[in-house]
């Protein structure tokens, strides 16, 4: 055989990764940790529990032989294996920018088991509102360990925590939720009702929104009560997925299963959003893993076949497309660490708080919305053997929308952007003012900035403009920030093809742009 690549395996995912070293870098972290936990990510061996846990999806156990109720999803062990490495860092309950890089990788490993790791990362600032269930729960929330035993959490090392919000009748619009909570005293409620997507059903808790006398609320719903029964939590079917198929995603319904109160009766949208805001993020930042994935194996690819007597990394049409998609790359990893470092800044810094509240759905909405023809067009890269199920770009394919759909889609960020500026005004015209100055006189950011000025100044029809407006304030903010990070190559030909070419549709359209200073970067491997 000849002229096929070689596999893609054993590539340390932070040391060939230089957009990625370079955002870690700038905020200070620690690259030798990462670098090791690069290596492992892509090591052949986590690759393959990858495929492996994705061809043996989880299955559901509804009953046992007598027909006594399970209700326990059984995972293929390469899950475990996953979930094991991305607790083992910290990715569970660490917050910063080393455990951002990390989880970007761990994407790259394999996406569906980051859902739990999330979820569990998420439930922290949820969990604190209520001191007992905090006493109780953080102690097995802060540990590198990972624990998938199914027991009480009290007899365990570890444990993780899911979400049930989105009902038949409304996922966005959660205030549409009919499921029921009924006050048994004590702070303690029995929340009876139905639930369309659960995922990671075998959490040991769940933040569940509940309609309570006082209004929608968000309650704790533990696995197991604290007399150590099984908790009323009947799981019904698992959905059969595009993709996201080493994650379980149940239907399930709660008879009236014991939970308590996080947060205030009423206020359960307020308080499930200090989870979904750091879900959100999280979408972002697997997104921009997935991108640097589908990268790196076009890249691998390009670099290895030649057709036409050339590699294809040197024949100019492809150079372009390489080069195109590296600017999106780029342009996710500068928006998803700089909105890390804003959210890690925001409790001292009003400025960074107001950037993390209206760029967290922005760069939700652009850096997801981006992934799925990115990574169609890297499957392209890769001609056939793209297509086909031994490659892991099907994989991607599948997965690549539904960062998008959950935890808030795409309209849904455009209207929270919205939302945001119109309810702090100064804040966002503080942004724009940050914008401005970031731009140094750079003319095509200053025009991007002023027309969003004025964009917002006329309130008539913006809702319906919102995904350009959105997307031109994410290329305006994305554009200074590559303007002083990387090579200058990088930063131009952003600026000339996202905030001052005409209409595209396709990767390769970057006429004039410095292809070699663009693409060294994308293939450079320390
Ligand atoms: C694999 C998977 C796992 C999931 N896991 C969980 C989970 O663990 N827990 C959980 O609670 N949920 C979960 N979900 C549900 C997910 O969060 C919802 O599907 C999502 O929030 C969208 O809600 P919906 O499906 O009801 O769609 P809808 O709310 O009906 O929205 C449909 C479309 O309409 C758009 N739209 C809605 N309102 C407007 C508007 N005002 N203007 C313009 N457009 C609008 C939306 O952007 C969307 O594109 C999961 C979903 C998937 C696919």
Same mark, same amino acid.
Do not use: K
């Given at each position: 055989m000849f002229n096929q690549p070689p596999p $893609?395996?054993?590539?340390n995912l932070f040391n060939s990764d230089a957009a990625l070293q370079e955002a870690v870098r700038r905020a200070g972290g620690d690259v030798q940790a990462l670098e090791r936990f690069g290596a492992t990510a892509g090591s052949g061996y986590m690759l393959e529990q990858a495929r492996l846990a994705n061809e043996n999806p989880p299955q559901l156990r509804l009953f046992d032989a007598r027909g006594c109720r399970l209700d326990r999803v059984e995972y293929h062990p390469a899950y475990h294996e996953l979930m094991a490495a991305s607790t083992g860092q910290g990715l569970h309950c660490e917050r910063g920018v080393e455990r951002a890089a990390a989880f970007y990788m761990a994407a790259q490993m *394999?996406?569906?088991?980051c859902c739990p790791v999330t979820m569990t990362k998420a439930s922290v600032p949820v969990v604190r509102q209520n001191p007992a269930i905090a006493e109780a729960w953080l102690g097995r929330i802060f540990v590198r360990d990972y624990d998938p035993s199914f027991r009480p959490a009290a007899e365990k090392r570890a444990v993780t925590i899911g979400m049930a919000m989105t009902e038949r009748q409304g996922g966005s619009d959660v205030r549409a939720n009919l499921t029921e909570a009924e006050p048994a005293g004590g702070g303690e409620y029995l929340v009876t009702g139905h639930k369309w997507f659960m995922s990671a059903p075998m959490s040991d808790a769940f933040l569940v929104l509940a309609q309570a006398p006082g209004g929608l609320s968000c309650f704790f719903m533990p696995r197991f009560l604290p007399d150590g029964t099984v908790n009323a939590i009947r799981l019904q079917r698992l959905k059969d997925k595009c993709?996201?198929?080493s994650n379980a995603s149940s239907e399930v319904e709660f008879d009236r299963a014991h939970a308590w109160l996080a947060g205030?009766? #009423?206020?359960g949208v307020a308080t499930i959003m200090e989870m979904v805001t750091l879900t959100r993020i999280d979408c972002a930042i697997s997104s921009a893993g997935l991108m640097r994935f589908g990268l790196a194996q076009a890249l691998h690819h390009c670099s290895h076949r030649i057709a036409f007597q050339k590699k294809l990394i040197d024949q100019p049409l492809m150079r372009q497309v390489l080069a195109d998609m590296t600017l999106d790359q780029e342009a996710a990893v500068a928006l998803v660490f700089r909105l890390v470092r804003a959210f890690e800044r925001s409790g001292e810094d009003e400025a960074e708080a107001a950037f993390a509240r209206i760029m967290t759905p922005a760069v939700k909405y652009w850096v997801c919305k981006a992934l799925p023809g990115f990574a169609y067009e890297a499957m392209e890269c890769l001609?056939?053997? #793209?297509?086909?199920? *031994?490659?892991p770009m099907a994989r991607l394919f599948r997965e690549s929308p539904l960062n998008a759909i959950w935890e808030g889609s795409g309209n849904i960020m455009c209207l929270d952007v919205l939302r945001a500026a119109s309810k702090s005004p100064d804040a966002f015209a503080a942004l724009l003012d940050q914008l401005q100055s970031a731009a140094h006189g750079e003319p095509r950011i200053t025009a991007a900035v002023a027309r969003l000025r004025d964009r917002f100044a006329k309130p008539a029809g913006l809702e319906a403009d919102l995904r350009h407006v959105v997307e031109s304030l994410v290329h305006a903010v994305a554009a200074s920030l590559l303007r002083v990070s990387g090579p200058a190559a990088i930063g131009d030909a952003f600026i000339a093809s996202?905030?001052?070419?005409? $209409?595209?549709?396709?990767?390769g359209i970057l006429p004039g742009a410095d292809i070699d200073a663009i693409l060294a970067r994308a293939l450079h491997s320390r």
């Open positions: $893609f395996e054993d590539v *394999e996406a569906g088991h993709g996201n198929r205030e009766e #009423g206020r001609g056939g053997n #793209g297509y086909v199920e *031994e490659s996202r905030l001052d070419g005409g $209409f595209r549709r396709t990767y």
